[in-house]
């Protein structure tokens, strides 16, 4: 049976939105184009080749075969969700699996595009991911980025969180590897 992935773990599709507690909730595929998520002699299995080699050639941290990126079919659909809660002022919370700050050799390939999305509109007020098993927070243009940890490296530990989102702050509260802690969301002019 050909079984697509979404359907099978219930998710709408690859990339979706959802209203929550008066927040909107955009989860992205940054694995959209990758290496690993097309069958091999697909044409965006090709493509997705040939943006890994042209980052090896900038030599740049996160040039990896392990990271991935959004399409620009994504990135448009994401800037035109976040252009209509900037319409509505209503707060949005971005979640991606690879991080896009800090810039390091788990990051999103196009994490530039991305932050330039997510930061030109002022509804966006936080982008949460993991990937990188060692966790990171990093405030980028005004943005929390903020990056779970993992516990693959430890198996005896766990590392998994509870967040209470207000209109100003997430509150995380960690167990395990995973640290507790409280990070104002990003504050805009007009909003």
Not at 32 to 40: E, F, I
Not at 93 to 109: K, S
Not at 110 to 138: F, Q, W
Request: charged fraction near 25%; include cysteine.
């Amino acid at each position: 049976a050909n079984i697509k992935l979404p359907a099978l773990l219930g998710m709408p599709a690859n990339y979706y939105a959802f209203d929550a507690q008066g927040f909107r909730f955009i989860m992205l595929d940054t694995n959209d184009l990758s290496t690993y998520a097309h069958p091999l002699e697909s044409e965006a299995h090709k493509r997705a080749v040939a943006a890994l080699e042209e980052l090896k050639k900038q030599d740049v941290p996160n040039a990896k075969p392990w990271n991935g990126a959004l399409s620009a079919k994504q990135l448009e659909w994401l800037d035109h969700e976040l252009l209509r809660c900037d319409e509505r002022k209503t707060p949005v919370i971005v979640c991606g699996h690879h991080p896009l700050a800090p810039v390091e050799m788990h990051a999103a390939w196009n994490h530039k595009e991305i932050l330039a999305v997510l930061t030109r509109h002022p509804s966006t007020k936080a982008y949460l991911s993991g990937h990188n098993h060692a966790g990171a927070d990093e405030v980028r243009d005004g943005l929390p980025c903020i990056t779970f940890k993992s516990l693959l490296h430890e198996p005896d530990v766990t590392a998994y969180s509870i967040l209470t989102i207000s209109a100003d702050a997430i509150e995380i509260e960690g167990f395990g590897r995973e640290l507790s802690r409280s990070i104002p969301l990003r504050v805009s002019d007009s909003q």
